[in-house]
Nanobody, 132 residues
Framework: QVQLVESGGGLVQTGGSLTLTCAGS????????VGWFRQAPGKEREVVGC????????????LLSDSMKSRFTISKDYTDNTLHLQASGLKPEDTAVYFC?????????????????????WGQGTQVTVSS
């Protein structure tokens, strides 16, 4: 059974850092493209960034939305079937539930999606709260 589970959220002060983890089960997550999204109360879901799948000729390349590039980065850990979203310089407006998602397409080639509608499998989310 395909499953994604996010963890690592919590309460952090303005300017602080967090590393969120997306763990896959039922498939080898680092070989698929994965998007990170967030949703604050009363707001629409917003893209944070994505990382593409891995094949023989290329490694995963993270793609961050313009507003996130300076403070967020995405990486993969092949040893424990996880992806990570590293966030630094956090601001109160970063407070949201953070989700990871995948389209579960293997060997999809380079590139990933910043559009949440392209992803079919989602985790339950992890809450990040940034205090001012």
């Amino acid at each position: 059974q395909v499953q994604l589970v996010e963890s690592g959220g919590g309460l952090v002060q303005t300017g602080g850092s967090l590393t969120l983890t997306c763990a896959g089960s039922g498939f080898h997550l680092p070989y698929y493209r994965v998007g990170w999204f967030r949703q604050a109360p009363g707001k629409e879901r917003e893209v944070v960034g994505c990382i593409d799948g891995d094949g023989r000729e290329y490694r995963g390349v993270p793609l961050l939305s313009d507003s996130m590039k300076s403070r967020f980065t995405i990486s993969k850990d092949y040893t424990d079937n996880t992806l990570h979203l590293q966030a630094s310089g956090l601001k109160p407006e970063d407070t949201a539930v953070y989700f990871c998602a995948t389209d579960l397409v293997l060997n999809a080639g380079p590139g990933c999606y910043l559009n949440s509608r392209k992803y079919d499998y989602w985790g339950q989310g992890t809450q990040v709260t940034v205090s001012s």
